[in-house]
């Protein structure tokens, strides 16, 4: 049995959340729509998240400048 761990640390997030990954599978060609998108194949999927951790690990670099 699975559990839904996609918990927020800071729930007021979410929304910044989702309009972040909106905007990373926007970058990358993928069209997500609002809710469920589980018609998207794993290479799109996986190119939505690897846009965001790529957006993130750039965001924290400039921060050490």
């Given at each position: 049995?699975?559990?839904?761990?996609?918990?927020?640390?800071?729930?007021n997030?979410?929304?910044?959340?989702d309009?972040f990954?909106?905007?990373?599978?926007?970058?990358v060609?993928?069209?997500?729509?609002?809710?469920?998108?589980?018609?998207?194949?794993?290479?799109?999927?996986?190119?939505?998240?690897?846009?965001?951790?790529k957006?993130?690990i750039e965001?924290?670099?400039q921060?050490?400048?």
């Open positions: 049995m699975s559990s839904n761990n996609n918990q927020l640390n800071i729930p997030a979410r929304e910044a959340m309009k990954k909106m905007q990373a599978a926007s970058e060609g993928v069209n997500l729509k609002q809710g469920y998108n589980g018609d998207l194949t794993s290479r799109e999927a996986g190119s939505v998240g690897g846009q965001m951790v957006k993130m965001a924290y670099e921060g050490l400048q």
